[in-house]
């Protein structure tokens, strides 16, 4: 007999799986041909912020580095730099993660924007540091800026649209693990 807990777990990880492929076509379509422009926000980056935020549990490390290597190579950067920057703001918040019912969206928001600032601008210096043609800090911050605005977006999409929500308490086993 299956456990409904891993089942929802498992169903989850499908569908954030699923979502990332979804978005890595929509990004290599060759919609727009013309160069310049600015960059879009990184929704990717969003969803994992929002999901981490409400159901740690649902985003393994294995996970998060496999989608964004995946993102990396289908997009052609850099591969593993966005990886281990993303793998290492989504174990900082994992760390530091309430396990709370009331915490409210602004702190969120806040440590949400932080990490991603953080990781556009590490991002942005690897680029300037190693001279990587089209990469610069001024086109990460954009990004970087892009994403932050997009965030309450993916969150409300994610909590109404596709059912994240945050653990409550009768979600915890007695060590205080989401079960």
Known sequence: MIDPVALDRGLYRLLYAGLAGVLTFLLILPIDTMPGGLPGPDLMLCLTIAWLHRRPDYLPPWLIAGVFLMLDIMLMRP????????LLGSEFLRARQQVSVETPFGPEWLMATAVIVAVFV???????????????LGASLVCAVLSVLAYPGVVLISRFGLGVRRITPGDLDPRGLAR
């Open 122 to 136: 590490l991002q942005g210096l690897a680029f300037a540091l190693f001279a990587v043609p089209g990469g610069s």
């Open 79 to 86: 591969p593993g730099l966005l990886t281990a920057l993303v």
